[in-house]
């Protein structure tokens, strides 16, 4: 049975591996998947950092970007040399937009849980950013162009060109309307309601899996519970909290978002 499973799931993934242009989009995937499974750690940790001091930096972008015109875009013509071309690059291959859409998978990801999950978003963040600039470079490479010649000029596949920004859109849409968190808690709802009702009448508060989420710390309070979802947060927990006849008195008002049928959204005081 097991040497079935790994005919079946393994050996197909090593083929495609070996395949040229695809070893991005599974590496991209596997830090993905890896992110899933194990919301903390040293991984998702490095990515927090990232995403964080990018989100910094991105308040100097207009001191910045005047500087690398002036600096950097000199300094970049000299290098190339007046004989040197830089080619113009081929439409988006597979490679290109099965990274661009990971990457937006990890955002919107990111996103589906309150508070937000910063590994995944400096994923996110980090493939989407890379992306444009691996790409151009690639096609300046001699295999690149070998790889272009080999083609035929006039095969379809124009769509391509708009496939990127339309997935950008739509991610940034559903962003926008907070759609990824509020559809996920509403196809969860269910199950987390089931769990709470098990965690009321046992009173069991261990760490566990339901419904995709890792409840890290569960603890009780008054006629209720709150769970603290894995990975969420930069300096503060973010989770869910179950009371059914209301939030307990004299818990502080901010700290919950009601969301309807006993359910809040909650933040934890600052870790500093």
């Known amino acids: 049975m097991i040497i079935d499973l790994r005919h079946r799931l393994v050996a197909p993934l090593r083929r495609f591996a070996h395949r040229p242009g695809y070893r991005a989009p599974l590496a991209a995937a596997a830090l993905l998947a890896l992110l899933l499974c194990v919301p903390y750690g040293v991984l998702h940790d490095a990515l ?32 190339l040399g007046p004989r040197r071309r830089l080619r113009r690059p081929a439409r988006p291959g597979n490679s290109a937009l099965l990274c661009c859409a990971l990457g ?48 035929t000029p006039d095969r379809p596949g124009h769509w391509r060109w708009a496939a990127a920004p339309l997935l950008l859109a739509t991610g940034a849409l559903l962003v926008h309307y907070d759609v990824p968190v509020d559809a996920r808690f509403a196809a969860t709802r269910s199950a987390l309601t089931t769990h709470a009702d098990h965690v009321l009448a046992t009173g069991s508060t261990a760490p566990a899996w339901v419904a995709g989420y890792r409840l890290e710390q ?18 503060a927990p973010h989770g869910y909290a179950y009371f059914p006849h209301g939030t307990p008195a004299g818990e502080p008002v901010g700290y919950y978002t009601e969301l309807g049928g006993g359910w809040y959204s909650w933040s934890g005081p600052d870790r500093f």
């Open 104 to 151: 937006i998978a990890a955002v919107l990801l990111g996103e589906s849980v309150p508070g937000e999950d910063p590994g995944l978003l400096g994923l996110g963040a980090l493939v989407l950013l890379t992306l444009p600039v691996g790409w151009l470079l690639w096609h300046q490479t001699p295999r690149a162009r070998r790889n272009t010649a080999a083609t």
């Open 48 to 79: 927090t950092v990232a995403f964080v001091l990018g989100g910094n930096l991105w308040s100097l972008v207009p001191i910045l970007v005047p500087l690398l015109v002036i600096v950097g875009l000199p300094a970049v013509l000299l290098a």
């Open 218 to 235: 569960t603890e009780l309070v008054g006629s209720g519970v709150t769970f603290t979802v894995a990975g969420t947060g930069v300096f």
